[in-house]
């Protein structure tokens, strides 16, 4: 089913189509756009609230600046649906995060109008600055470079960094501030309090619409104009705010709060500021999710990425099960870190932004004494969870896999350097699915396996998960503890386990077998059991042990599996270079053993968005990849057959 497109939004294929309008028409094709947005995401999926809290000021972006020249950056890329339909992929968006379809997120080998590829956050700035810094290197003074932020992402310390480096650019660099109170669930933080302070001061905005008002009637006598209607506008800014100097004070020259829903009036706002020579922030005020009733008046996180929807009611469909369903495992850690902090008064609950996605919004509804969301500062969260450790607290840090790779200098300096007992729970571990590679946990059982004082594990199941959660909050003398565990559902449906001790660095043998044996780490497990079913039925019975660490390995049980298996089998949802199939190499070298050993896992490749099964078996580890792999380590004429 293809959405077509409405009549003004079918003739633009290009941004210089968009330029043949005329302007009293922006208001019916950005009204188009939305509703081409809205029919799309309600019967294929994506991300949604952002893109449609952006719509004007995306029409506006391409009608004044002269993309992909001037270079636009969107930071995370939640928002920028609407920039890559008006960019010559209107007629593909129905592929959107789709296997071997469309990006989800701005991709520079996508499109030439991708002037950066995102998917974390507060990049944006420090990426323009760096297109500006180039231009202005190369002599070219009138390319334009534009960073659209939102307030969430504004709240990361590589945006404070890249905003403090542009005020001494003298560069030609536009900050858009998309201010919403929104990232994935509501903003955090004095940030947040500033910027309510500056939109809802009615005497600062009043005296600011007048001094517009004069700036477009004079503008017209020349350039001291511009220069006169600055210092009254300064003056504004530093008589009625006492805060009004924060952004510049970094030298950024400020503008606004403007309208974000008002075309016409960001078209002439960005017309004046693309003349103005410099490092400078328009401030625009939106509304995550306009223009859809359901998504601006209801719950706004729901609305982020609600899946599939019926437009006409706003019901979002979900799948309607028989049978109980196994629960996912992020709300398995939401609750059971409650049941365990109502026993232990000293566990404290971190997460950077992320308090729906990681399920932290349990502890912090029932224990908001007790749980934090820090914004979007992983290298705080962890920093901070450091300094709750040397207290003698028990944090529970939960950063997304691939949002810890922000932090990893901050692991090793403040936690394992100082050897403090801070215990990080990695969701999203293994492929995240159609956020694609930005979003991918490959990494973290490599980085984190490599630093000392440091023990890295992976539940098999939910059991397996309340456990190592129990084993983490018992008294032990420092070492950190990570416990990674993937997107979605687990396989129990009885999930609410009694829970007990694992001794640390210690597997499980699921079951003996010949020939093979098969070593898995967290819930690439079940594939394996769901594989050797079939094998049976081919009289092919492999061994399968769950190592349940990586660090430390289960030596004890690889002196088993070694001596008895001459040919082995390593599976991991990570990347295969310093893995966790690494690892089990080199405890066969250093303990000379000699086994055939097949590795399965994430290439030393990028791999693209897409369901988790489908990548999965791009890279051969699911359950029918895993039945290949024995049968051509143990029947090899039968593999090629």
């Known amino acids: 089913m293809l959405i077509e497109p409405g009549k003004l939004l079918a003739t633009v294929n290009n941004p210089d189509d968009l330029k043949k309008l005329d302007q009293t028409q922006l208001v019916q094709l950005c009204e188009e756009l939305r509703t081409f947005i809205i029919d799309n995401v309600s019967v294929y999926g994506g991300h949604f609230g952002a893109s449609l809290g952006v719509v004007e000021l995306t029409v506006a972006l391409h009608y004044i600046f002269n993309t992909p020249k001037d270079q636009l950056v969107w930071d995370v890329g939640h928002q920028a649906y609407g920039h890559k339909i008006l960019t010559g992929r209107r007629d593909v968006f129905h592929t959107n995060r789709m296997y071997k379809g469309m990006s989800g997120f701005p991709k520079m080998k996508e499109s030439e109008y991708d002037a ?64 919403n109170c929104m990232s994935i669930d509501p903003n955090v933080g004095a940030l947040k309090d500033y910027l309510t302070d500056i939109t809802t001061s009615h005497t600062y905005n009043k005296m600011k619409d007048e001094v517009w008002n004069v700036l477009g009637r004079i503008s ?25 100097n924060m952004f510049e004070s970094l030298n950024l020259r400020y503008f606004g709060p403007v ?81 365990l902090a109502e026993n232990n008064d000293k566990i404290i609950g971190i997460t950077p932004a992320m308090p729906s996605g990681s399920s932290m919004n349990i502890m912090m509804k029932a224990m908001p004494d007790r749980a934090f969301d820090v914004g979007i500062a992983e290298q705080h969260a962890v920093t901070f969870s450091a300094g709750l450790a040397t207290q003698g607290l028990i944090p529970f840090c939960n950063i997304y896999s691939t949002f810890m790779q922000r932090a990893f200098d901050q692991v090793v300096h403040d936690v394992c ?16 699915g159609a956020d694609g590679p930005t979003h991918h946990g490959a990494y973290d059982i490599a980085y984190m396996r490599c630093i000392p004082n440091m023990i890295v594990a ?27 565990y993937p997107r979605g559902q687990g396989v129990i449906s009885e999930w609410k386990t009694p829970m007990e001790e694992v001794k640390i660095g210690t597997g499980r043998k699921i079951k003996d077998g010949e020939e093979v044996a098969i070593l898995t780490i967290g819930h690439i497990g079940n594939y394996v059991v769901e594989a050797c079913e079939r094998l049976t039925k081919k009289d092919l019975n492999p061994a399968h042990y769950d190592m349940r660490f990586v660090k430390p390995l289960d030596e004890e049980m ?19 270079m310093g893995g966790f199939g690494s690892a089990v190499l080199e405890f ?54």
């Open 116 to 179: 950066f590829g995102v998917g974390h956050s507060s990049t944006s700035i420090s990426a323009a600055l760096g297109m500006a810094v180039a231009s202005k290197y190369k002599g070219d003074e009138t390319k334009q470079h534009i960073a659209v932020i939102g307030d969430g992402a504004m709240t990361g310390g590589l945006a404070f960094e890249g905003m403090n480096h542009a005020g001494v650019s003298n560069s030609n660099l536009l900050i858009i501030l998309n201010d």
């Open 558 to 576: 690889l002196h088993e599996v070694f001596g008895k298996y001459k040919k082995i089998i390593t599976i991991e949802d990570g990347c295969l």
């Open 458 to 484: 992976s539940p098999m199941n939910e059991s397996e998960l309340r456990n190592l959660m129990y084993t983490s909050q018992l008294p032990r003398k420092g070492k950190a503890f990570t416990i990674r």
């Open 259 to 339: 309208d974000g829903h008002d075309v016409n009036h960001l078209v002439s706002v960005l017309d004046d500021l693309k003349d103005i020579k410099g490092p400078k922030i328009l401030h625009c005020i939106t509304r995550k999710g306009k223009g859809y009733g359901p998504s601006e008046n209801g719950n706004q996180t729901t609305w982020h990425a609600p899946g599939k929807f019926d437009k006409l009611t706003g019901e979002i469909r979900k799948k309607v099960h028989e049978t109980p369903q196994p629960p996912k495992y992020q709300d398995v850690f939401g609750h059971t870190l409650v049941e």
């Open 220 to 244: 017209k006598f020349g350039p001291n104009a511009r220069e006169i209607i600055s210092k009254v506008e300064n003056s504004v800014k530093s008589f009625l705010l006492s805060q009004s």
């Open 588 to 641: 066969m070298a250093e303990n000379n053993y000699s086994a055939q050993i097949k590795r399965l896992g994430i290439p030393d490749a990028i791999i693209e968005h897409g369901e988790q099964i489908e990548l999965q078996k791009e890279c051969g580890f699911d359950p029918e990849g895993i039945e290949k792999a024995v049968i051509a380590l143990t029947e090899p004429a039968l593999a090629k057959n």
């Open 417 to 432: 350097i100082q050897d403090l007992p801070v215990n990080f729970f990695l969701d999203r571990a293994g492929f995240a």
